[in-house]
């Protein structure tokens, strides 16, 4: 990357010199040129050497002054004369270049046509200064055809004056491109210096430090919304690994206590010899441990289960799901004395994850049995709100105190117990964390309507799956 | 030795409270916090098996709150949490020792009995009074050359006196320290015990050791 910049550099700063040099090179020269020329043709205006008329090609070899030379006739020698040009005529130029001549003098050449205007002469007033008045000149003078007029200017100035100019370019434009050379690559790792620290910053953030940041206010602005974004993301993993390392340490520690009582219970057990009476209190009271620490295991197998990748979405009759965990309720609120309604339309067929739906609604409904008070009611009931699946699970138990409401859904969270402690074994505190768990990976909500004495009910809300359409594969032939 | 366990996990708490009484422990038991700080304040335990996490007050609170009130009870933690923090919170706190939830029985008898020794100023398993010896660890008196055997609830008095040698040691502060809320035990209890003790102990040999302080109660000593 840094040689890359540092190549951008220099290439940008070579071609603004080189096509900046020309264009200052080409500007000046044309410039020049142009002034060259005019002074050459008010020179020329002032004092015209004219070779003759155009159908004279004649080219005189070295101007020297400001002469008019006029040939009247062929063969007839020319008379010394100076012209006057009117003050209105003002030559084109038909042809302009360098020539040229004699051991490498080089001249300006222009061939300048004085066209006369409205049949009358090009020159004035015409004061011959000629020796013999009475020949050609009234004939030319009073001719209306255009005159030609080639003129040689030395173009040593100005070949200097561009050559010097050239050389002071060449001199810069190289100077300049060294420089550019040297202060590329330092420039380019200045240029870089906050990604290279971003990346630096990036490298030391692993699952132990994800509470490091990138320092958005030392990058370039184009850089920091990558690094916000970065940021937010960093966040939200911190936020997640934390309840992840929140939640492992939760399940060992309530792996602990189980595994301590069942140790020692078998190790005191083991100490002496006893009745076979007492063997059977102790295998009684392991074992309870024991079917602890297996919910425990199938309760986090579980919930590791609904964070690894989902099943696929399918169509299913809400109704027949909800009937199923109803009648699994009945046989656990038969012992209790507990009765469970059916609220539910006849057929409601739905698109999302059976799996998921059964497994919130088996642990609503067994927490509503097992919180409810004798003769009470466990309501179960199913509609669909747009495109939402909403289920609501009622009981008539003791409800919740809004103290601990915030709370309920955290994991191995149990609210003071008031029972017996043997009655609390059966609780992990893990059902609705489950439910939880399930919601969250069907992007749903759950609402709870609580009160104290009443009951409670569950508002489960999902959002049925998005029915994936066949794709469509267009052939490009 | 008279020992409080505060655990909510009932199997645990019962097997730790079963375990120790057949080691000659004389054990109450609870499953909740706030009863487990009203026991510790209102009985003098030589040792507290203290669970952190439970129903009401915490076992941090508890230990903090009996600190505070001049308690110096031994407090042995049983934790769940063993991260270094948790740990030393609980010691700075006052806790004496701590023990991470799963511990093999053995450890917890043993530390149990260290800081019951550490309590009372006797780092040593071995207590020795004149050529009585008795190993804490094993449970075994020798008195000389020769091995006494002495049921539990003996034992535990004689351990009791040794612990304290020299000190004139009241028949209720005995009668608290051997024997838990719910033995039900008629008050010339301690003084048989007594009896029988001496029977097995200073019956045989000319210095006697165990010494009546009339009106006071019970001094184990070389010199009477």
Known sequence: MTRWIAWAILFAVWATLVAGGSVAYFITRAALLSDLDKSIIMLARDAPQVIGRPEYRQVEEEPTEATILIDDKPGARPQLLKPFLKPDVFPVVADSHFVEQGGGQRYRQLTLLFQPRESSSLMSDLRLLSANPATAIQGLVNDASPMKMVYNYPADHFDQFMDRLMIALVIFCGVAGIVAALLAVPLSRAALRPLRQTAETLREIDERRLDRRIDVEALPSELQPVADRLNQMLGRLDLAFAQRKQFLADASHELRTPVAALVTTIEVALRRPREAADYLRTLKIALSDARLLRQLVQTLLEHARNEAVPESAEPFDAVALLNQCADVAEGLAATRNVTVVRDLPPHLEVHSYPKRIRGIVMNLMGNAVEHNRSGGTVEVHCETHERDLEIIVSDTGPGIDPEHLPHIFQPFYRAKRQEEPEDTRQHLGLGLFLVDSHIKALGGECRIESQVGKGTSFHVRVPQAVVAEPQVVEAVV | ?224
């Open chain 2, 1 to 224: 030795m008279r020992v409080l366990v505060a655990e909510d996990h009932a199997s645990l708490a019962r097997s730790i409270a079963n375990g120790l009484r057949e080691e000659g422990y004389a054990v109450d038991l609870t499953f909740d916090g706030d009863e487990a700080l009203r026991y510790a304040l209102d009985n003098p335990y030589d040792c507290v098996v203290l669970d952190v996490m439970m129903p009401g007050k915490t076992g941090w609170q508890i230990v903090e709150t009996l600190r505070r009130k001049g308690s110096a009870t031994p407090v042995l933690f049983l934790t769940a949490k063993d991260t270094v923090e948790d740990r030393v919170k609980g010691l700075n706190l006052g806790a004496d020792d701590y023990l991470v939830k799963p511990f093999a029985f053995d450890e917890l008898l043993a530390r149990v009995r260290a800081i019951i020794r550490r309590g009372h100023n006797r780092p040593s398993q071995m207590l020795k009074i004149a050529d009585l010896e008795i190993d804490t660890a094993a449970k075994v008196v020798r008195r000389g050359e020769q091995p006494i055997t002495l049921s539990a609830r003996e034992y535990a008095l004689l351990e009791y006196l040794a612990l304290r040698s020299g000190e004139v040691v009241s028949r209720s502060e005995i009668w608290e320290h051997l024997y838990d809320q719910n033995d039900e035990t008629v008050s010339n209890v301690v003084d048989v015990y007594i009896g029988y003790l001496r029977s097995k102990i200073d019956r045989d040999h000319d210095l006697k050791l165990i010494h009546t302080r009339r009106g006071m109660g019970y001094v184990l000593s070389e010199t009477p």
